[in-house]
């Protein structure tokens, strides 16, 4: 039987991470370093590495101003074909959770969309989540974005 | 008749010795791709395959790709690096079906050949038999079907193989130089894996390493390297390739006083000021080189390209997959004892590189617009002719030099 507190921190989670995937696909970038704390871990990496125990990352961040500057980057600097992203997440498994911490992990399919329409699974995967709730709002501590696959199609250039 | 009419329509003359006019069929031409898999990939070049460090243990394995043949190299029991095709002498069946692995025996799925690490064939299932009935003919010779050999070498940490056993060593095909500065980049300690990645580009493998080679674009394309003055073009630096022109090395050394005025006369998006980092820890560095040197980018023809950018390093493999597709698999690296934070600061530092890379993503699709952009008009022509027409190594780097070096190496070897 899941406990009140379980459930209580899975609605937490669930609804951190629709408001976290829709900053993502339909918001504003420049607000997505304001779903972490600061400090924070930011990391994408794929299965593999991930089990092979690798540190190294095709992003990584330690603080929110890593953030900033790779919304920055993506949004000022680096040159890319225009293109957008549409995030479906399953359900949240609460993994543990106090009264400061919750760990959950969500499985993530996010489709890729071209500017001429061209449609394509980019990435499936799992994010390892480790959500403050000891504030005035539930923040990201530590995001880990596992993907399935190694292969990255072209480039990665927004954050999953 | 009409077929050859076509054929020489899409292919005009391409004047002999002329390294700066570079036809656009040579990119999509299936023809020519399939003579590029037999003439370069399998002639008398050294192709990367793997690290050493790949294979610490006597019986570990890695597959790999020579063009697109399937390869994989092993290490025996006696801790000597083996390469053979994947391949089952039997049927032909691919032999070892993960990516890596340790093993005793190279076992066959589909009917259970055998061979030992050194490729002899030691084992036949049903070799007399069944109740004593079939099984192989008596002049059937195991020692004969043994797995097919590659030519093999191991150089600073890096495997290469090579199908052409008439292949110069390796220092003799890498030349001096480019020796010098592979040690430099992979040779003060044993290699140290941190993590890989595969980023897929939509074009043909090419044009991706003439981008390895073309130095003119990487302060232009990639504006982050060049708002915070890593690397401009008038920074101290030089280019040097080969005599064969097969393989370069550019190198630079940071300096933010020199060449900003260039780039404030020239009508390029590189020069945006006002560019701060929120978070500049990322590009916090440890000096571990102590010559100066910030950027190292060094090919070796065809498959390989090292890169040293302060204290990330990564080793490159180009392998095409199709006439308009490239897999770039990267292997991040560091060296064997570093501290944790060595390996924090390249892992930090690596954000500027591999699919998501501050100064490299952008590769990943410069080369698909490319590919876009020639369909249907191949009779065309790219020039590169920066810095003139030779084939030569420089102190400077505002020259293509390096990207003719690849044409001189390309035709010689394809005939064209």
Same mark, same amino acid.
């Given at each position: 039987?899941?406990?009140?507190?379980?459930?209580?921190?899975?609605?937490?989670?669930?609804?951190?991470?629709?408001?976290?995937?829709?900053?993502?696909?339909?918001?504003?970038?420049?607000?997505?370093?304001?779903?972490?704390?600061? =400090?924070?871990? #930011? %990391?994408?990496?794929?299965? &593999?590495?991930?089990?092979?125990?690798?540190?190294? !990352? /095709? $992003?990584? @961040?330690?603080?929110?101003?890593?953030?900033?500057?790779?919304?920055?980057?993506?949004?000022?600097?680096?040159?890319?074909? =225009?293109?957008? #992203? %549409?995030?479906?997440?399953? &359900?949240?498994?609460?993994?543990?959770?106090?009264? !400061? /911490? $919750?760990? @959950?992990?969500?499985?993530?399919?996010?489709?890729?969309?071209?500017?001429?329409?061209?449609?394509?699974?980019?990435?499936?995967?799992?994010?390892?989540?480790?959500?403050?709730?000891?504030?005035?709002?539930?923040?990201?501590?530590?995001?880990?974005?596992?993907?399935?696959?190694?292969?990255?199609?072209?480039?990665?250039?927004?954050?999953? | 008749?009409?077929?050859?009419?076509?054929?020489?329509?899409?292919?005009?003359?391409?004047?002999?010795?002329?390294?700066?006019?570079?036809?656009?069929?040579?990119?999509?031409?299936?023809?020519?791709?399939?003579?590029?898999?037999?003439?370069?990939?399998?002639?008398?070049?050294?192709?990367?395959?793997?690290?050493?460090?790949?294979?610490?243990?006597?019986?570990?394995?890695?597959?790999?790709?020579?063009?697109?043949?399937?390869?994989?190299?092993?290490?025996?029991?006696?801790?000597?690096?083996?390469?053979?095709?994947?391949?089952?002498?039997?049927?032909?069946?691919?032999?070892?079906?993960?990516?890596?692995?340790?093993?005793?025996?190279?076992?066959?799925?589909?009917?259970?050949?055998?061979?030992?690490?050194?490729?002899?064939?030691?084992?036949?299932?049903?070799?007399?038999?069944?109740?004593?009935?079939?099984?192989?003919?008596?002049?059937?010779?195991?020692?004969?079907?043994?797995?097919?050999?590659?030519?093999?070498?191991?150089?600073?940490?890096?495997?290469?193989?090579?199908?052409?056993?008439?292949?110069?060593?390796?220092?003799?095909?890498?030349?001096?130089?480019?020796?010098?500065?592979?040690?430099?980049?992979?040779?003060?300690?044993?290699?140290?894996?941190?993590?890989?990645?595969?980023?897929?580009?939509?074009?043909?493998?090419?044009?991706?390493?003439?981008?390895?080679?073309?130095?003119?674009?990487?302060?232009?394309?990639?504006?982050?390297?060049?708002?915070?003055?890593?690397?401009?073009?008038?920074?101290?630096?030089?280019?040097?390739?080969?005599?064969?022109?097969?393989?370069?090395?550019?190198?630079?050394?940071?300096?933010?006083?020199?060449?900003?005025?260039?780039?404030?006369?020239?009508?390029?998006?590189?020069?945006?000021?006002?560019?701060?980092?929120?978070?500049?820890?990322?590009?916090?560095?440890?000096?571990?080189?102590?010559?100066?040197?910030?950027?190292?980018?060094?090919?070796?023809?065809?498959?390989?390209?090292?890169?040293?950018?302060?204290?990330?390093?990564?080793?490159?493999?180009?392998?095409?997959?199709?006439?308009?597709?490239?897999?770039?698999?990267?292997?991040?690296?560091?060296?064997?004892?570093?501290?944790?934070?060595?390996?924090?600061?390249?892992?930090?530092?690596?954000?500027?590189?591999?699919?998501?890379?501050?100064?490299?993503?952008?590769?990943?699709?410069?080369?698909?617009?490319?590919?876009?952009?020639?369909?249907?008009?191949?009779?065309?022509?790219?020039?590169?002719?920066?810095?003139?027409?030779?084939?030569?190594?420089?102190?400077?780097?505002?020259?293509?030099?390096?990207?003719?070096?690849?044409?001189?190496?390309?035709?010689?070897?394809?005939?064209?």
């Amino acid at each position: 039987m899941t406990s009140p507190e379980t459930l209580q921190a899975k609605l937490l989670a669930d609804d951190l991470l629709a408001r976290y995937v829709r900053c993502l696909d339909d918001g504003d970038l420049g607000e997505w370093p304001g779903f972490f704390t600061d =400090p924070c871990i #930011y %990391r994408v990496t794929h299965r &593999a590495d991930d089990r092979a125990g690798y540190e190294n !990352a /095709l $992003i990584f @961040a330690d603080s929110r101003g890593m953030l900033m500057d790779r919304v920055n980057a993506v949004e000022n600097v680096s040159v890319y074909e =225009p293109h957008g #992203y %549409r995030h479906i997440l399953g &359900a949240s498994l609460i993994e543990k959770a106090d009264g !400061a /911490l $919750i760990d @959950a992990s969500t499985s993530f399919l996010v489709a890729r969309i071209m500017q001429d329409g061209e449609t394509s699974v980019f990435a499936t995967g799992i994010y390892r989540d480790r959500i403050d709730i000891s504030g005035d709002e539930p923040l990201f501590a530590e995001k880990v974005a596992v993907m399935d696959s190694e292969r990255v199609d072209t480039l990665l250039a927004i954050p999953l | 008749m009409e077929g050859f009419d076509l054929e020489l329509a899409a292919r005009p003359a391409w004047r002999h010795g002329d390294y700066s006019h570079i036809p656009f069929w040579v990119y999509s031409d299936a023809a020519n791709y399939q003579a590029e898999l037999r003439d370069i990939y399998k002639g008398p070049v050294w192709n990367y395959l793997c690290l050493a460090a790949e294979l610490p243990g006597n019986g570990d394995y890695k597959t790999t790709k020579i063009g697109e043949t399937p390869v994989l190299v092993v290490r025996g029991e006696d801790g000597v690096v083996r390469g053979f095709l994947n391949r089952c002498a039997h049927r032909g069946a691919l032999l070892c079906l993960e990516p890596r692995g340790s093993v005793k025996r190279l076992t066959c799925v589909y009917h259970a050949w055998s061979y030992d690490l050194e490729g002899n064939l030691k084992n036949v299932a049903f070799e007399d038999g069944a109740d004593g009935r079939g099984g192989m003919p008596d002049d059937f010779d195991k020692s004969r079907h043994g797995l097919r050999p590659i030519e093999v070498t191991e150089f600073c940490g890096l495997v290469f193989g090579s199908f052409d056993p008439g292949v110069p060593d390796i220092e003799t095909y890498l030349g001096p130089e480019s020796v010098r500065f592979l040690k430099r980049a992979l040779g003060k300690a044993p290699l140290k894996l941190i993590g890989r990645s595969t980023q897929v580009m939509h074009n043909n493998w090419k044009l991706y390493l003439e981008n390895v080679k073309d130095v003119y674009h990487a302060t232009i394309l990639h504006l982050f390297f060049t708002r915070f003055r890593l690397n401009r073009l008038g920074h101290e630096g030089g280019i040097i390739v080969s005599d064969s022109g097969a393989h370069h090395v550019s190198y630079s050394k940071m300096d933010a006083e020199r060449g900003n005025q260039d780039y404030a006369s020239q009508d390029i998006r590189s020069t945006g000021e006002g560019f701060s980092l929120n978070d500049p820890s990322l590009l916090d560095s440890i000096d571990e080189w102590e010559d100066g040197i910030t950027v190292q980018i060094q090919s070796v023809f065809p498959s390989l390209v090292i890169q040293v950018i302060q204290n990330s390093i990564a080793v490159r493999q180009i392998l095409p997959t199709a006439v308009d597709r490239t897999d770039l698999n990267w292997n991040f690296v560091g060296f064997e004892g570093d501290s944790e934070e060595m390996t924090r600061t390249r892992v930090k530092l690596n954000n500027l590189v591999g699919p998501s890379g501050y100064i490299s993503l952008e590769d990943g699709a410069i080369g698909g617009f490319v590919q876009r952009a020639i369909r249907g008009v191949e009779e065309d022509s790219g020039v590169v002719r920066m810095g003139g027409d030779d084939v030569t190594t420089v102190d400077y780097r505002a020259t293509e030099t390096s990207v003719r070096g690849f044409w001189k190496m390309y035709r010689g070897l394809m005939g064209v």
